[in-house]
C-alpha cells in the first residue's frame, strides 16, 4: 500500500538539506514501528520518493513523500506515532492512502507550488507594489537560467500563474514546479530587481513554500483517502 505524507519544515530544519531529510525520515520511520516495504536485490532500500525537493534556507507548510507499506492502521494513529519522533520544526499533517500506480506518484504528479516572499526592511523599495505589477505587465521577461554545465535564455513570464502582493513586505507567487517546468521564487525576485536595474543583496528575504499541487493545481494533500 502506498501512502502519502505531508509535512511542514520550518525552524532550524530549513537549513537541512534535501538528502539529510530523506535520511532523517527513514530512520524516524523506523523508531514510529512502520512496516515499511524493502526494495529487492543486494542493497534492498525504503521505497519511498519525494514530490519536490526543498532548498536549502526556505521554510514550508506542505511538503509530501510517498511510502510503500506493508501493514497500517489509521491515518490518525499513524499520524501520531510519526510526530511523536519528530525534531523541532518538523510536524506530520496528514497521511493518506493513494493509488499504487507510476503516473499517480508524487514525484511524477507534482506542477506547482505557492509560495510566499517576505521582504527584508533592507530591500523594500518606494512603491514596489506598483513597480512589480509593471514587471509583470512585460510579455516576456527572459532571464539567464544557469545549470552545472550550461546556461541558456528561458521567458519565465509563462511560468507564473499567479501573484499578488500581499503587504508592504510580501508578495505572494504561485509557480511553476517539477521535473518539465521549475521556476524558483528566487529567480523572479532576482529578475524583478534587474528590470529596475537594482542589485539584489544577498540574504535579503525569505521564502516560504505555502503547499505544493499537481499539474491541475491540486494540492497533493487534498488526494487520496484517509485510512479509517
Not at 56 to 81: I, W
Not at 134 to 156: G, N, P, R, Y
Not at 174 to 192: D, Q, W
Request: aromatic letters at 10%; glycine letters at 6%.
Amino acid at each position: 500500500m502506498r501512502v502519502r505524507i505531508k509535512f511542514t519544515k520550518t525552524g532550524c530544519v530549513q537549513y537541512v538539506g534535501h538528502l539529510d531529510i530523506m535520511r532523517y525520515f527513514q530512520k524516524a520511520l523506523r523508531r514510529a514501528d512502520f512496516d515499511v516495504a524493502f526494495s529487492e536485490g543486494f542493497s534492498p532500500h525504503m521505497i519511498m520518493s519525494f514530490a519536490a525537493p526543498l532548498g536549502v534556507g526556505v521554510t514550508s507548510q506542505g511538503e509530501y513523500f510517498d511510502v510503500e507499506l506493508r501493514t497500517v492502521s489509521s491515518s490518525a494513529d499513524m499520524v501520531k506515532a510519526l510526530n511523536e519522533t519528530m525534531v523541532e520544526g518538523v510536524e506530520i499533517k496528514s497521511i493518506r492512502q493513494v493509488p499504487d500506480t507510476k503516473k499517480d506518484k508524487a514525484m511524477t504528479m507534482v506542477g506547482g507550488a505557492d509560495y510566499l516572499v517576505t521582504l527584508k526592511d533592507a530591500i523594500i523599495i518606494k512603491d514596489w507594489a506598483d513597480k512589480f505589477a509593471a514587471f509583470m505587465e512585460q510579455k516576456e521577461i527572459v532571464v539567464i537560467k544557469k545549470t552545472k554545465k550550461s546556461e541558456t535564455s528561458l521567458d519565465i513570464r509563462p511560468l507564473i500563474h499567479r501573484w499578488k502582493v500581499e503587504n508592504e513586505n510580501a508578495l505572494y507567487l504561485r509557480l511553476c514546479c517539477g521535473s518539465e517546468n521549475n521556476l524558483k521564487p528566487n529567480l523572479v525576485l532576482e529578475s524583478f530587481y534587474a528590470f529596475l536595474q537594482t542589485e539584489l543583496p544577498a540574504f535579503s528575504y525569505h521564502v516560504e513554500r505555502i503547499d505544493t499541487y499537481t499539474k491541475d493545481f491540486i494540492s497533493l494533500g487534498e488526494l487520496g483517502e484517509i485510512i479509517e
